[in-house]
Nanobody
Framework: QVQLVESGGGLVQAGGSLRLSCVASGRTASNYVMGWFRQAPGKERTFVARINQSGGGTYYTDSVKGRFTISRDNAKNTVYLQMNSLKPEDTAVYYC?????????????????WGQGTQVIVSS
């Protein structure tokens, strides 16, 4: 089992920045591919970013490329999502996820463990 706890969400004006953190506990988090997903009100949860076990292999959904950066610190069992130039359409609950690296990384089914989510609200 891996437990994931996100933090860092909040209310920010458009153009601002936030850094989300996801702390993993339980099994060695460095063994897992880590991802960030988001779910906007009334919409399905969608893929945002992914990073492999060593910190490479980063991938992003097109709408956040150049604005968001995913990183990890395995010594701290923590994954980060640095979000810059935020837009109102980035408003969502953001979820951290951990998986073994099977399947296609944009799909929720590729991840076995999920955090409870952290709310991000971007005002215009």
């Amino acid at each position: 089992q891996v437990q994931l706890v996100e933090s860092g969400g909040g209310l920010v004006q458009a153009g601002g920045s936030l850094r989300l953190s996801c702390v993993a506990s339980g099994r060695t988090a460095s063994n897992y591919v880590m991802g960030w997903f988001r779910q906007a009100p009334g919409k399905e949860r969608t893929f945002v970013a992914r990073i492999n076990q060593s910190g490479g292999g980063t991938y992003y959904t097109d709408s956040v490329k150049g604005r968001f950066t995913i990183s990890r610190d395995n010594a701290k069992n923590t994954v980060y999502l640095q979000m810059n130039s935020l837009k109102p359409e980035d408003t969502a609950v953001y979820y951290c996820a951990a998986g073994p690296g099977r399947g296609y990384y944009t799909l929720s089914s590729a991840y076995d463990y999920w955090g409870q989510g952290t709310q991000v609200i971007v005002s215009s």
